[in-house]
């Protein structure tokens, strides 16, 4: 198949620790699980809501805090904000709001507000989600889409900081809804694609795009 992102020619290789096959792109970087190997949405659903957080978690939201602290308010001092895929218990959502933002939230399962879709953003934060894309090109290109001019479009997710080899070891593939991996070089490509500029980076887990 050819890349999600790229639309490069990939190769296959095979999981060694079970019956799954990714496909990787030598061009972007960008690794998926191939399709043979998705979960349907009742499935998906089912693992999400195995998902139990909670405001009071000072642990869980500690990196929450961090976020706004280190790659939001540094960057905008504008307040209104989308939330993208904010869960079952949309924790950053809440804790948006209380920061004082004027904050709303999507989720494709537990907070289907198509609303948002006729809005743009000042900021856009997707925290833990890109990693669920089946489709990501699509959903990047929409996440812009939603974006004012200026705008700041914050991603969460653990960057592929590792060969192949290592990558049959990585714990974060083994969530069975993961399904799309990036690494630096595949968001330095989706932003050259979708004409961003890359403003800040952590190099582990955090991107800060800029429309």
């Known amino acids: 198949m050819n890349c999600k992102i790229c639309n490069n020619e990939t190769s296959n290789f095979n999981d060694k620790y ?8 030598r061009v972007c970087g960008f690794i998926s699980k191939d399709e043979q190997h998705l979960v349907d949405s009742i499935k998906e659903n089912e693992e999400y809501n195995r998902h139990n ?3 009071d978690d000072h642990g869980y939201t500690k990196r929450f805090y961090e976020l706004i602290n280190d790659f939001i308010k540094p960057n905008t001092k504008d307040l209104d904000v989308l939330e993208f895929g904010s869960g079952p218990s949309p924790v950053f959502y809440e804790i948006l709001k209380l920061e004082g933002f004027n904050a709303d939230h999507y989720d494709p399962y537990y907070f289907k507000n198509e609303s948002v879709f006729n809005k743009q953003y000042s900021i856009i934060t997707s925290v833990e989600v890109v990693e669920h894309f ?19 479009l914050v991603i969460m997710t653990n960057f592929r900081n590792m060969n192949l080899e290592a990558f049959n070891e990585w714990w974060y593939k083994r969530d069975i809804t993961h399904v799309s991996f990036y690494n630096e070089d595949t968001m330095k490509y989706l932003a050259n694609l979708l004409n961003l500029n890359i403003v800040q980076t952590n190099h582990k887990n955090i991107i800060v795009f800029q429309k």
């Open 134 to 152: 089946y489709n990501p090109l699509f959903e990047f290109e929409r996440l812009k889409k939603l974006l004012k001019d200026g705008g700041y």
């Open 53 to 55: 957080n909670h405001i």
């Open 18 to 25: 079970n019956e799954v096959t990714y496909s990787h792109c």
